[in-house]
Every structure is written in structure tokens, then in C-alpha cells.
Nanobody, 119 residues
């Protein structure tokens, strides 16, 4: 089975930065659309950013536009989410999801990594 692994979550002060990474031992991520999702306590899971298979097109939800950047490093089989100017509202478990297309079916998920933005 394909397996995704997220890393990079941490406790950071408001205004700080973090970079999350999504990797896989069993999947070639360049063959999949990759999305970063997040879920805060009591909230619905939401799409934060996504990148197409070729790495040409990226999309971001409005609340992170201009602050977050999703990118691929195919040599490392890694998709990263660079997060700048972090706000307390960014606090959530962040998940990487891979899918053959933007219909998000089927979906392959990682275990999640905790991002906490607090002073």
C-alpha cells in the first residue's frame, strides 16, 4: 500500500515560519496531485493548498494566499508547504493527500503533523 509521511510540524510564535514536508517510500509523488489539508479541533478538514502532477499549477485557500507556498522536489520525492507569517488560526493538524487527479479519488493520506501557533 502507498504510504505518505508528513514532517515539520512544531510549536511556533505568531509571525513565525515553518516548512512541512510530505514524502513517500511506496509512491512516486510526481505521479500524483498533492494537497495539503488541515483540521483544527472541532473544525471540518479543509484544503490548504494543492499542486498539479507537473508542478505547473498551484492553488491556495484565500486565508493562506500570499503566506504559504506549495512546491515539489521530485529528486527527493517530496512536496513541501512553506508557511510564513503564521497566525494562531493556522493551528491544526496538517495532512498530505495524494490522488491521481483533482477529483481526489482515490485518496492516499499521511498520518498528519501538528502545527501550533501560539505565544
Amino acid at each position: 500500500q502507498g504510504q505518505l509521511v508528513e514532517s515539520g510540524g512544531d510549536l511556533v510564535q505568531p509571525g513565525g515560519s515553518l516548512t512541512l514536508s510530505c514524502t513517500s517510500s511506496g509512491m512516486d509523488l510526481k505521479s500524483y496531485v498533492i494537497g495539503w489539508f488541515r483540521q483544527a479541533p472541532g473544525k471540518e478538514r479543509e484544503l490548504v493548498a494543492d499542486i498539479d502532477i507537473g508542478g505547473t499549477n498551484t492553488d491556495y485557500r484565500d486565508s493562506v494566499k500570499g503566506r504559504f507556498t506549495i512546491s515539489r522536489d521530485n529528486a527527493k520525492n517530496t512536496v513541501s508547504l512553506q508557511m510564513n507569517s503564521l497566525k494562531p488560526e493556522d493551528t491544526a493538524v496538517y495532512y498530505c493527500c495524494a490522488s491521481p487527479s483533482f477529483n481526489w479519488r482515490p485518496q492516499y493520506w499521511g498520518q498528519g503533523t501538528q502545527v501550533t501557533v501560539s505565544s
